[in-house]
T-cell receptor, first 114, second 117 residues
Framework: EAQVTQNPRYLITVTGKKLTVTCSQN?????MSWYRQDPGLGLRQIYY???????DKGDVPEGYKVSRKEKRNFPLILESPSPNQTSLYFC?????????????FGSGTQLSVL | AQTVTQSQPEMSVQEAETVTLSCTYD???????LFWYKQPPSRQMILVIR??????QNATENRFSVNFQKAAKSFSLKISDSQLGDTAMYFC??????????????FGKGTKLSVIP
């Protein structure tokens, strides 16, 4: 089954404790991206990747890191999480980052930073 | 910078009735794609419909259709014969080329739609 898998679905952590949210897709997609969703703000793009070893900042990259060493994986790293990073996070992928490509979303990761 | 505005934070509609969700956007690009995504309580993001900016004909997908007014930069979603399963948050989004082989996808803040039995 074609899917984007995010883990974990729920995560509670404390300020400053490094964490990684994993994202993996099995569709051989070139384009992958991360979003955070906050009430009243919609989805905002954090980082995206057009292909292996090619990443770029989205609208809200501060406090986040990503890497794209393999085509299927695109982890989101929070080196020193802070409470303002409490949010619902989505990973998404598409065949190519072209205009009309349908984005496939993961199920989301609800992160709480205490 | 490109922006997407959904002016209706919440809406409700009676089952079997028709509802229209509004979306306006701002961009200096001439070529782009527009999307409506649905997010039910399960949190899953589901593509509802998409529209190419260079196509004048409005896209339709079963009970879902759009009214695309390029000059007005407006992209509204019409849901006909509303069903209880249409209850969800709806996000308008558009993707445009941001240079150096990169593409930027921007979402609106969402409209929460409730379908009332």
């Amino acid at each position: 089954e074609a899917q984007v898998t995010q883990n974990p679905r729920y995560l509670i952590t404390v300020t400053g404790k490094k964490l990684t949210v994993t994202c993996s897709q099995n569709m051989n997609h070139e384009y992958m991206s991360w979003y955070r969703q906050d009430p009243g703000l919609g989805l905002r793009q954090i980082y995206y990747s057009m292909n292996v070893e090619v990443t770029d900042k989205g609208d809200v990259p501060e406090g986040y890191k990503v890497s794209r060493k393999e085509k299927r994986n695109f982890p989101l790293i929070l080196e020193s999480p802070s409470p303002n990073q409490t949010s619902l996070y989505f990973c998404a992928s598409s065949r190519q980052g072209f205009y009309n490509e349908k984005l496939f979303f993961g199920s989301g990761t609800q992160l709480s930073v205490l | 910078a490109q922006t997407v505005t959904q002016s209706q934070p919440e809406m409700s509609v009676q089952e079997a009735e028709t509802v229209t969700l509004s979306c306006t956007y701002d961009t200096s690009e001439s070529n782009y794609y527009l999307f409506w995504y649905k997010q039910p309580p399960s949190r899953q993001m589901i593509l509802v419909i998409r529209q190419e900016a260079y196509k004048q004909q409005n896209a339709t997908e079963n009970r879902f259709s759009v009214n695309f007014q390029k000059a007005a930069k407006s992209f509204s979603l019409k849901i006909s014969d509303s069903q209880l399963g249409d209850t969800a948050m709806y996000f308008c989004a558009f993707m445009t080329y941001s240079g150096a082989g990169s593409y930027q996808l921007t979402f609106g803040k969402g409209t929460k739609l409730s379908v009332i039995p």
